[in-house]
């Protein structure tokens, strides 16, 4: 060696304290929050509830085909999706949600 050294730095013990935890935490809600308020409805990551309501969805045997006019005896064309054909069903108003 030629007589000439680094100098030698001083390490600080690093501790984990209550303040640092707290600091953290409200840190992490803020954010969550902004994240959710900021973030609009169709950009939202969809849940286990939203996907098995679109699957159930899209298995309903009748899907209504809403390019196509109704005729004169106030039928409305559906998508039969079993027999893969439009059919024509006389649609009565809903009673508690469900067509008759």
Same mark, same amino acid.
């Not at 840190?27 to 973030?39: E, L, P, R, S």
């Given at each position: 060696?030629?007589?000439?050294?680094?100098? =030698?730095?001083?390490?600080?013990?690093?501790?984990?304290?209550?303040?640092?935890?707290? /600091? &953290?935490?409200?840190? #992490?809600?803020? %954010?969550?929050?902004?994240?959710?308020?900021?973030?609009?409805?169709?950009?939202?990551?969809?849940?286990?509830?939203?996907? =098995?309501?679109?699957?159930?969805?899209?298995?309903?045997?009748?899907?209504?085909?809403? /390019? &196509?006019?109704?005729? #004169?005896?106030? %039928?409305?064309?559906?998508?039969?999706?079993?027999?893969?054909?439009?059919?024509?069903?006389?649609?009565?108003?809903?009673?508690?949600?469900?067509?008759?």
């Amino acid at each position: 060696m030629n007589g000439l050294s680094l100098p =030698k730095k001083e390490e600080k013990e690093q501790r984990i304290s209550i303040a640092g935890i707290g /600091n &953290a935490a409200i840190a #992490n809600v803020a %954010t969550g929050f902004a994240k959710n308020i900021f973030t609009r409805e169709e950009n939202k990551p969809a849940t286990k509830g939203d996907l =098995k309501a679109l699957l159930n969805q899209s298995q309903q045997r009748y899907l209504p085909v809403n /390019n &196509a006019p109704h005729r #004169n005896d106030g %039928t409305k064309a559906f998508y039969d999706s079993e027999n893969k054909v439009v059919v024509y069903r006389n649609i009565i108003p809903s009673f508690n949600g469900r067509n008759l």
